[in-house]
Structures are given as C-alpha cells and as structure tokens.
C-alpha cells in the first residue's frame, strides 16, 4: 500500500521558519503532483502549493514569497520550507500525492494519496 508520512510540523513563533517533509512510500513508479493543503481551525481546507514531477509550482496568493515547495523524485518526497510564518498559517497541513502509478499485485494504478496531516502552529 502507498503510504505518506508527514514530518516538521510544530510549534513557532510569528517571523520564523519550519520545514515541512513528506515521504510517499509503497511500490511506486512515479507521481504526477505532489502538493500541500491546508485547514485552519473553523476553515475550509485551502490548497497551498503544488509542484510538478517536472518542477513546475504553483503556490496560493497568500503564501507567495513565503513559502517555497519542492520534491525529490528519487525519494518519493515533497517539501514545504515556510520562511516569515504568521499566525494566519496556523492549520493542520496535508501534503498529496495525485496520480501516483503504484504497483498492486501484478497490475498497476494510478491514485490519489493523502497524509495524516500535521500541525503547524505560529504564536504571536
């Protein structure tokens, strides 16, 4: 089974940084997007950054300039370096694999996967 794990998620202070990591595990071949969501509390989730298997970002007017979205191929891993935090960015963050090509079996697939989520907190 394809799998992601979130990790960097934590406590900091407005003006500071954090790194957000996400591997995707299981017999995979490749990922069309991998990307970051997020929810704040008494919010609707918000898609944060994508990135393409070809490096290609998008990132939501909010966080341009701020956040920086990138991934390693060879590892099955996307990033999230959040520099300038504010306590707006407060939310449980989500990162995706869209289109993953896994093996299951003797076939293959493609699908859409999803972290736990972990938490992102920025004290003012």
């Known amino acids: 089974q394809v799998q992601l794990v979130e990790s960097g998620g934590g406590l900091v202070q407005a003006g500071g940084s954090l790194r957000l990591s996400c591997a995707a595990s299981g017999s995979i071949f490749s990922i069309n997007v991998m990307g970051w969501y997020r929810q704040a509390p008494g919010k609707q989730r918000e898609l944060v950054a994508t990135i393409t298997g070809g490096g290609s970002t998008n990132y939501t007017d909010s966080v341009k300039g701020r956040f920086t979205i990138s991934r390693d191929n060879a590892k099955n891993t996307v990033y999230l370096e959040m520099n300038s935090l504010k306590a707006e960015d407060t939310a449980v963050y989500y990162c995706?694999?869209?289109?993953?090509?896994?093996?299951?079996?003797?076939?293959?697939?493609?699908?859409?996967?999803w972290g736990q989520g972990t938490q992102v907190t920025v004290s003012s």
């Open positions: 995706s694999a869209a289109g993953t090509l896994s093996k299951s079996g003797s076939s293959w697939s493609r699908a859409d996967y």
